[in-house]
């Protein structure tokens, strides 16, 4: 069993976890921007691997990461839209990768510490992701592009637990990661996403900021400063709040509006991946998520002929922004996910 390894607390308790289920285990570090993060990232996993018995690899994967992640973050956020970078890292670049060592290992499976299931479905057996028991921590939503191959071979062995038990199994075992934090930033921008736009020549011009009437309510510092349903940080003195509508690139304008005129009540996702199911061929009703955060709304989704759906929200929901991702759901089971393109 091939196990992506971060160093963290659950990668290093679902060794813990695989060793119980009877499988004999290859942690596999990915080294994904070399510094001094990820050294130290290998040396906590090799450690953890030391004492738990079990081997362990460090596999470069900067150029994949670079050419397929950070390449098209950047390339997003200078168009003025908000990626959502470990959706698709996943799929494109952390199970390839993790998948290539576990061939060259000898490794039939593979294994994150995603909290996450995977479930097989249906007389034709098509695998799905599946939400964790323990909602909180849900994870479904950053694996909703894997593939059918990619989910064959992926076993998550922290989908059945709750974080506090992740914790306390870590911490019987004697884990130095047991208590360490969760990871909040993206990985790749350690100093902030705006610094790593700069070095990368994103031109961050200021503009103005404008109502949803055109009038002109004050300037913004650069579109890829903000993202739709902000509130916070926008710089327009008003007694109501205003929230970030969206984005205008052509004009270098940043659209705002009050609460009910940023709520949005249909989406237009582009090319799907789907899991659970084949491209429908009529109307589906189904729940979405329109950001890893958010709480699912319910919906109708219709196919287009470009491979994407046309998606009605049941209820108005606060703004997403276009490059986010949407994962639709029915009960815990992973539908399928594609890049929001349009919002209204």
Known sequence: MALGMSGGVDSSTAVLMLQHH???VLGVTCVFAPGAAAEAAVRGAQETCAQLGAEHVAVDCAGAFEERVVAPFVDGCARGLTPSP?????????????????DAHGCDFVATGHYA???????????????ALDHAKDQSYMLSQLSQEQLARLILPLGGMTK??????????GIAAADAPDSQDICFAPQGYRALLEQRGVAFE?????????????RHAGLACYTAGQRRGIGVADPEPYYVVGKRPDANELVIGTREESLIRRVRVGQMAWQAIEPPGAPLEAMVKLRYRSEPCACIMRGMSSGG?????????PATAPGQHAVFYQGATV?????IEEVA
């Open 335 to 339: 539908l399928g996910g594609g890049v």
């Open 164 to 173: 506090l038990e992740v914790r306390e199994v870590a911490r019987a075992a």
């Open 309 to 317: 759906v046309a998606v009605e929200l049941a209820s108005p929901q």
């Open 22 to 24: 009877g499988y004999e």
């Open 117 to 131: 299931r995977v479930g097989r479905l249906g007389e034709d057996g098509r695998y799905a992701v599946m939400r």
């Open 86 to 102: 470990c959706v698709g890292c996943n799929a494109r670049c952390k199970l390839p990768a993790l998948m290539g060592a576990a």
């Open 206 to 218: 200021p503009g103005d900021v404008v109502d949803v009437r055109g009038q002109v309510r004050g």
